[in-house]
Nanobody, 121 residues
Framework: QVQLVESGGGSVQAGGSLRLSCTASRYTASTMGWFRQAPGKEREGVAAIDRIGNKMYAGSVKGRFTISLDNAKNTLYLQMNSLKPEDTAMYYC?????????????????WGQGTQVTVSS
């Protein structure tokens, strides 16, 4: 079992930045990712990273968001720059049970409780 705890959400104005963190209760060799869900919308993949540093981004955030992983601290990060109102959502950290790099939420096994990000115009 792996517990994931997110932090770093908040409210910012459009164009601002936030950094989300996700600390895992223990080391896993699996791919980790960030997902988000806005009210009335389906959960969508934002970014994923595997244990050797390969990364994947959704087209809507590419060039603005950066995912990183500190293996020594078992902590996943999401640096979000140039935030837009459409980025407003609950953001979730997740860990897969394998090492394949992907953004299919159905295949991620462990989930955090989420942290809210609100971007005002």
């Amino acid at each position: 079992q792996v517990q994931l705890v997110e932090s770093g959400g908040g409210s910012v104005q459009a164009g601002g930045s936030l950094r989300l963190s996700c600390t895992a209760s223990r080391y896993t060799a699996s791919t980790m990712g960030w997902f988000r869900q806005a009210p009335g919308k389906e959960r969508e993949g934002v970014a994923a990273i595997d244990r050797i540093g390969n990364k994947m981004y959704a087209g809507s955030v590419k060039g603005r968001f950066t995912i990183s992983l500190d293996n020594a601290k078992n902590t996943l990060y999401l640096q979000m720059n140039s935030l837009k109102p459409e980025d407003t959502a609950m953001y979730y950290c997740a860990a897969d049970s394998g090492s394949y790099l992907h953004l299919n939420s159905a295949l991620y096994r462990y989930w955090g409780q989420g942290t809210q990000v609100t971007v005002s115009s």
